[in-house]
């Protein structure tokens, strides 16, 4: 079905957004915010809207960005070309935000300027297709988000929406959300977590949508403790029934707090946390 | 049956229409004359930008959208024209000197003049940056390329030489399945060098935009010039590189001009034409959100007058047809950029920077130098003067016969017409109300100077053997006559008999005052002086 960029639901979502960035950017002035808005643009707009940035409507009818930095990501091309026209004093990527990420690793770490794509604010990745079939892992992504901030020891916000796709998930994919699982589960430092799963699922399978958002809230926090980010704040939600997609949104606020302070206790934490606090949006 | 074979085209560098393949090929100029015009003829952002634009223009593109963001290192030009495919591209712009441009018609799709001839425009931009990516998709066709081109490899002096020619730039090619409906041209230009990058670099301007006003940009090209004018500069010149930049690209471009442009309230029908044609065009080029214009504007100014003309003439070379206007006012014309005439082959100004020849096709320096400062004009030439172009489009050979042609069609118009007829009693008239004000503005510093309600004037010969004074004063209840002898005034020029005259009268109240005292009427004498100065 065809993927619908608001609903009421989405629209709490995103306001779930505004308050997250609102409560972590006091002293911002140019927020950054790197994201997929699509052609619609909509938490750009929101975000204006709301004085996190400043987009002021032109006289062509595009928006122009007067405060904030905004880099934006689009491998349609047709979306692509549709946000240039949209967009003025962003840079719109035409290419997937993993496989940039990737090919620019190296001009990314070096980098030195505020003007710079890293460290970032705000990373919001609001997909709407199908995250299985990304040319570079949601894995490798988390990854390299967490590489590069951690680089620049800076907190940021992240927020991960995706569609729950059970029947067209690639294999691959599915067998690596499963390797992390198992992974998670035979770790000997993790009996705790191991213990609470147990206990909360008390051997009933867990449905793919639950399976999934676990495996995804692991990596997250999983890349947050290597890198030396604790978790401020975060919220996980599912929303979308009937007719509309079913949807997955995780809401989180990192703080990097150094070498000491990070480490399994605050990872295994974390991520019990995921399976049980998981809110249905209405 | 007979098997009917298609022969595939075959490009320079031998690139297909295959899917998925990567291919590889140089850009090369023909000849050394070229590379070193390419290297050296494109001095500024805008002049580069604009042969992009117009390429745009010539593929039939309605909108062109430029995005400036050059802190990030990105200048991303888009259109919505005709697109073109891999073999397109090797074949247009793998060999400059050589496009095929013109080679089928003088005439666009839909109509438009054709303004691209040598393909060369399109390799200017090797001077703003490193490197070039390409992505296109023709009109009808369902596949798209995207190039890469790589400047920096040859940015040395020794460009690599082959038989073939220079090589100016290596590239690589990707096809890849595009919706057949979608037809486009999007060029982003990576690794703007630092020097452009501070030219185009708005952010100080900004700011100084927000320390003076409420808003934070101008919103359109009306605006941005009124706020020039705002700031009383002379010239764009004077403006900060951001906004000459946009003031020189919009200068180049086939767009439309300014609304009630190129002069405010004109009904004449040579500039209704003209500005219709530009209409006609549907062409807009959206520079970060701000249509741009032709920055030609002269507002209603019941002062100036308008001559326009339209002409056909033979020459030995052949036909040569013009049509145009000179737009005259009553004082110095600023912008000063637009102070001469705009020569426009195919709606394109041939001239340095901002479109103008400043000497208006070498018009005698020693005469009607005042009205000069008054002018701008354009010519808009529909057939000839091409083949006197130079190649580098910013001059003309003057020894062309089209050229000779035009030069004194032009110069006998100014002195006719526009300088004799029109500026002269534009002037005559302004002189009189100058001269008016003039008179009004010493009076009233006398009757400061003298203390008096009225100050009059009457002019007095010597009898015979009597000798006056230059001047002498009779006060009576507030008002002064002053009683000049004609004879002193006549022998001394105008200029100086005003300043000499004040001092004159001065030097009578100051004595008048003093009684005798000479301390008293120096003393007078300089504070009168001063009053005088400060009321001028």
Known sequence: MPYVHTSPQKEKIRQKWVSYIRNHSAGIDELKVITLPAAEMEDLLLFSSEGLIELEETETGAYIVRRGQITCYEKSSTIHRQLVTALAGATVHAQEIGSHFRQNYDGIMKANGSQNLFPTDVINLDFDGNLSKSSVSIEELIKLIFTFQG???????????????????????????????????????????????????????????????????????????????????????????????????????????????????????????????????? | MKKTTTRKPKTGNNITLEIGKEQTGNIKVATQIINDLSSGIYSSPASCVKELVNNSYDANAKLVTIRIKPVQDVITILDDGDGMNAIDFDNNFAWISKSNKRNSSEFSRTGRPLIGKIGIGFIAVNEICDRLEVSSSKRGEAVKFVATIDFKKFQKESHKA???????????????????????????????????????????????????????????????????????????????????????????????????????GSRDRIISDIVKMHKGFDFKVDLDGVYLKKPIFFPRNEKAKVKTFEESIKTSSGQLKFKGYFYIQDHLLTPRELNGVSLRIRNIPIAIRYGYDTSFLGYPTYTDQIFKNWISGEVYVSAGLEDAMNIDRQSFRETHPDYIALQNFIHRFLREQVFSKTAMPIYESGRKAREQLKHRDTRKSLKAVLDAKKVSFEEVSSASGETLKPLSLKQSKGNVTVSIDKSYFKKIKKKDWDYLKNIFLIFELAHKASRGDADKLQEVFYEKIKTWVEEK
């Open chain 1, 151 to 282: 680089h620049f020891k800076k907190g940021f916000s992240l927020f991960l929406t995706f569609p729950q796709t059970e029947e067209e998930d690639e294999a691959k994919y599915t067998e690596l959300l499963h390797s992390i699982l198992k992974a998670n589960l035979s770790d000997t430092h993790s009996d705790a977590f191991k213990k609470r799963y147990e206990e909360f699922y008390a051997g009933a399978e867990l449905s793919y949508e639950q399976f999934v958002t676990l495996c995804i809230a692991k990596i997250i926090v999983r890349e947050a403790a290597t890198h030396h980010f604790s978790i401020k704040e975060n919220d996980f939600c599912t929303y979308g029934k009937g007719k509309k997609k079913r949807m997955c949104s995780l809401l989180f606020h990192f703080e990097y707090v150094g070498v000491e302070k990070g480490g399994h206790s605050m990872y295994f934490d974390e991520v019990l946390k995921t399976i049980r606090t998981i809110e249905e949006v209405e």
């Open chain 2, 162 to 264: 082959t038989e073939e020619g220079i090589i100016k730039a290596g590239y690589s090619l990707i096809n890849e399945e595009e919706a057949r409906d979608a037809h486009y041209t999007l060029i982003t230009l990576v690794g703007i060098k630092d020097e452009v990058k501070n030219i185009l670099d708005n952010r100080q301007y900004v700011e100084t935009l927000k320390k003076g006003r409420a808003k934070s940009t101008f919103k359109n090209m009306k605006e941005l010039l009124l706020y020039s004018e705002d700031k009383a500069l002379k010239a764009f010149g004077e403006e900060d590189a951001y906004l000459q930049f946009v003031f020189n690209l919009a200068s180049y471009i086939p767009v439309e001009y300014i609304d009630g442009g190129p002069v405010e």
